[in-house]
Each structure stands twice: as C-alpha cells, then as structure tokens.
C-alpha cells in the first residue's frame, strides 16, 4: 500500500458574506492576543474594510513583491520584534504564500483571507518560492495547515478579471496532472480516489461555469456560478494534493511553468495563464493533440494563453523555446514524473503546439 501523508483541509474553513466577521470571533475564542497581517497595497484597499484591526490588536506589514526567502525572514523579524501569536495573510497567491512560509519559520497559526480567487493557494500548506530577480526556485510543503481560511466573496467579486481567469487555468491543470500521476497506481488508496474526484471536479465545472463566473465578475455581480467557480478553485484545488499527496500534486503543467520564468518577457504573466499554456504542452508530450483541440476553444473564450505570442514571446521563438526546455527538464523538475519529460521531448512538443495553434486558429477565422 501506498503510504500518503494526508492534509486533507484547514481547521476552519468559512466562504460567505460577513466571514471576517466569523474570522473575529474564532480569533477571541482562541484568545490570540495580537496578530500580524501581511498584505500588498490593492489588497489591502479592497479588505480593510472588512477587518476590524483594531479589536484584533493587529499589525500591519507590506510585502515587497515575490515569495523569497529573505522575504520570509524580513518577515519573521518584524513578528518577533512585535511580539505577534498569530500570522494574517491578507492578498493573492504570493502573500499568502509569505504567510504560510513565516509562520512556518517562527512556528505561529496562521489565517488566511484571500482577495482573489486565482490559486488553492488559501488552502494548501505549500509556498512556491522564487529568487531576488522573480525566477521560480522550489516548493516547500509544511506540517501546518492554514486554522482558517476565510472567504468573502463579495471581496473575490472586486478583483481584476485577469486574475480569476488565471486562477481557471492554473485550477484546469489539477486534472491532467493528478491524472497522470496517478495512472500507474493499481490499487488506488481513498485519499487518493477522494484527490482524482476533486481534481475531475475541478476541469468540469470550470468548464461548464467558467466563463458564466467571469461575466459576474465583469458585472460586479456575486451568482451561485461565481460562487461555485471560487470555491472550485480555493477548496477543490486544494483537496487535490491534500488528499493526494504526491499523486495529487504537480506535473508537466507546472514544469513548464517554472521554465517560462527564465524569460522576462513572461515576469508580468499571471502563474496560472502559464500553467495554463503548460497543460497545452504536457498534452503535446503526451500526443493528446485531441484534447488540445476540445480545450481551445474554452481557452480562446476566456482568452487563456494556446501559444508563446500569446505569452508575450513575440520573437527568436526558437531561442525562447529551448530556454524554456532546458529549465522546465532540470533535475527534480515534476515533469519527469511522466514520460516522454526529456529537454528534445518538450522542445518538440513546444514546436508542434505552436503550429497546430496557429493552424487550428487560421481554420477559425477561414483565413
């Protein structure tokens, strides 16, 4: 049998109208006495208003860009002069993931609020960390899952439209990269049953209310599809690799990823348009160029990136693409947990995505 390390959720979980009035209360009820939220700027402008600060004995520190880890330690020095018993990471995928690695360097719960809805960030105990110049370094799983995740959608509602469909594309990804690991299995433990149903979960109701959810966002407008698409994304997304654990995690998706981070052109890309984008890739390394097909007209309705222009790559396409091979094929990269993942393999596969792209695009417009 196949040993697991399950973690399957948080301690609490709330997703309605008014959840930071709920985060409140537990917070007095675990008599907590003085917190450290870690936000960014538009974050911070959008749930200020929604967390009573000063009741709570909070401080506030702004984060300075990427999840590093002299970062982490700025920090966990300013935790520790302030004497905080608890960490609050208010804002995106980056902040939270500064949260989850501080609180994890200075050994504190820590709460989660999400502002947007583009990662499982929220849920999962895992930071994704890069280096001083934004290229993507490595993961680090913690012990510790989040003691809560608040969710108030009417926050999720007033983010940028770009990020939720980024969050759609990064959530997508969760089928085909649980579903390749796990493939080989031949008894499946449960947890790891529980971790494919989250992860088929996530590609079918995305597909079915994705751009149903995008339009709300648009129109400012909190439906039960937006609702559903948000909790997909944070509670689904994360069950994957809660309950899955290395079979639940990361593929060729998110390789690809990590390697179009080398190229700058990239940099202001969102981490799920470039998971997005990976999955097109992991499917061309499989020679699933059918599933290709029935996903991009999806992606060309959501506007998610099919190819390297559509990532900004507008020249030396050839130069791009082996930089990106060679980074995303490294040693301990989770592409080689599939096959073919050599740095030829993905190299061809890049090249014969971006000529059946551009074909199937020409088909599209009769040109």
């Not at 594309?169 to 080989?184: N, P, S």
Request: net charge negative.
């Amino acid at each position: 049998m196949q040993t697991l390390q399950v973690q399957g959720a948080p301690n609490l979980y709330v997703c309605e109208s008014g959840a930071l009035k709920k985060m409140a209360v537990f917070i007095k009820q675990q008599n907590f006495s003085k917190g450290l939220i870690i936000h960014g700027e538009k974050s911070w402008q959008v749930a200020k208003n929604y967390v009573d600060s000063v009741s709570l004995h909070t401080e506030q520190v702004k984060y300075r860009g990427d999840c590093t880890k002299q970062e982490v330690e700025r920090i966990s020095q300013v935790a520790k002069k302030s004497q905080v018993d608890y960490i609050v990471g208010v804002g995106g995928g980056k902040i939270i993931d500064l949260a989850k690695a501080t609180a994890h360097n200075i050994q504190l719960p820590y709460i989660v609020v999400p502002t947007l809805a583009s990662n499982c960030a929220p849920w999962t105990p895992l930071s994704v960390f890069y280096d001083e110049e934004g290229a993507f370094t490595h993961y680090e799983m913690f012990p510790q899952n989040a003691f809560m995740v608040a969710v108030d959608p009417q926050i999720i509602i007033d983010s940028p439209k770009s990020y939720l469909r980024a969050g759609i594309g990064d959530t997508i990804a969760k089928w085909y990269e649980a579903a390749v690991l796990a493939e080989g299995l031949e008894h499946k433990p449960l947890a790891v049953d529980v971790s494919l149903h989250a992860a088929r979960l996530c590609r079918d109701v995305l597909i079915q209310d994705g751009a149903s959810a995008m339009e709300a966002l648009a129109n400012q407008t909190v439906t039960p599809a937006f609702v559903k698409v948000m909790e997909t994304i944070i509670m689904a997304g994360g069950m994957v690799g809660g309950f899955g654990d290395r079979y639940g995690r990361i593929a060729g998706a998110h390789s690809i990823h990590n390697g179009l981070t080398v190229l700058s052109e990239t940099h202001d890309i969102l981490h799920g348009d470039k998971v997005a984008y990976g999955i097109l890739v992991q499917l061309a390394l499989e020679d699933r160029f059918d599933e290709i097909e029935k996903l991009l007209s999806y992606y060309e309705e959501l506007q998610l990136p099919a190819s390297l222009t559509d990532l900004n790559i507008l020249t030396q396409l050839e130069v791009a693409c082996a930089k990106v091979a060679k980074a995303a094929t490294k040693q301990g990269e989770s592409i080689h947990f599939m096959e073919p993942s050599s740095e030829k393999a993905v190299l061809i596969a890049m090249k014969e995505l971006e000529t059946f792209v551009l074909n199937k695009r020409s088909d599209y417009t009769g040109l």
